[in-house]
């Protein structure tokens, strides 16, 4: 019951007043399932990217510390290849520093610092941490293209997805078809206009014909 309320009152906040770059949201259906979005900071290698990670909450929560890991593949010498994240706030005491005064939106914070400044000396990936230390822009490199092929498409592809949504064709199928019938309204309008505009030539045209008629009867009739 704790970790309900506890829960909801650190949605509400998350939702009222988000971290910059970070969002959170309750999974559908699931009170102990969470995701959340990071948005890559200026100025370093994962910048344009958003990066999407799944939270569990425990049951003696906020006892003990959410599991959180990186759905989204990202290139991190604190960050391995299963989106497990070496932070010492996702860890009980002793080996950690979790304590229940913290909370989600703090641990989110924490990970995005961490994206920005990584922690070399204690790595969860040893080969990345030498390119850190030792070769810092192959570092750069690997981390930009790994954002770009893994953060940044992916968005551009639930983009194309929402677009492919029925409820999108159907809005777009209704724009052309307002489009199409103001066309056809404009064209029916101007067709009428060109009619009565030829049926008042025509109007204009036949007393001359009659004058014409007439002076031409009465030049026969006095000849």
């Given at each position: 019951m704790q970790r309900i309320s506890r829960l909801k009152r650190e949605l509400q906040l998350?939702?009222?007043?988000?971290?910059?770059?970070?969002?959170?949201?309750?999974?559908?259906?699931?009170?102990?399932?969470?995701?959340?979005?990071?948005?890559?900071?200026?100025n370093t290698p994962y910048e344009g990217g958003v990066f999407t990670l799944e939270i569990n909450i425990p049951e003696r929560y906020p006892f003990e510390p959410p599991k959180m890991r990186f759905l989204t593949p990202i290139y991190h010498p604190n960050i391995d290849n299963a989106g497990r994240i070496c932070l010492d706030a996702l860890k009980l005491p002793p080996k950690g520093a979790w304590r229940p005064a913290l909370n989600i939106s703090t641990l989110?914070?924490?990970?995005?610092?961490?994206?920005?400044?990584?922690?070399?000396?204690?790595p969860l990936m040893a080969d990345i941490s030498s390119e850190f230390k030792?070769?810092?822009?192959?570092?750069?490199?690997?981390?930009?293209?790994?954002?770009?092929?893994?953060?940044v498409q992916k968005n551009k592809g639930c983009v194309e997805a929402e677009e492919k949504t029925p409820e999108n064709k159907n809005k777009?199928?209704?724009?052309?078809?307002?489009?199409?019938?103001?066309?056809?309204?404009?064209?029916?309008?101007?067709?009428?206009?060109?009619?009565?505009?030829?049926?008042?030539m025509m109007l204009q045209a036949q007393p001359t014909k009659v004058v014409e008629k007439t002076r031409?009867?009465?030049?026969r009739t006095t000849r």
């Amino acid at each position: 019951m704790q970790r309900i309320s506890r829960l909801k009152r650190e949605l509400q906040l998350l939702s009222a007043e988000p971290p910059p770059g970070v969002s959170c949201w309750q999974t559908e259906g699931r009170v102990d399932e969470l995701q959340a979005q990071i948005v890559g900071g200026a100025n370093t290698p994962y910048e344009g990217g958003v990066f999407t990670l799944e939270i569990n909450i425990p049951e003696r929560y906020p006892f003990e510390p959410p599991k959180m890991r990186f759905l989204t593949p990202i290139y991190h010498p604190n960050i391995d290849n299963a989106g497990r994240i070496c932070l010492d706030a996702l860890k009980l005491p002793p080996k950690g520093a979790w304590r229940p005064a913290l909370n989600i939106s703090t641990l989110l914070s924490s990970i995005q610092l961490l994206m920005a400044e990584p922690n070399p000396d204690d790595p969860l990936m040893a080969d990345i941490s030498s390119e850190f230390k030792y070769n810092k822009p192959l570092y750069l490199e690997k981390a930009k293209k790994w954002t770009a092929e893994h953060a940044v498409q992916k968005n551009k592809g639930c983009v194309e997805a929402e677009e492919k949504t029925p409820e999108n064709k159907n809005k777009k199928t209704a724009h052309k078809r307002e489009a199409l019938s103001a066309q056809e309204n404009l064209e029916h309008t101007k067709k009428t206009q060109d009619t009565k505009q030829g049926v008042s030539m025509m109007l204009q045209a036949q007393p001359t014909k009659v004058v014409e008629k007439t002076r031409c009867t009465t030049q026969r009739t006095t000849r």
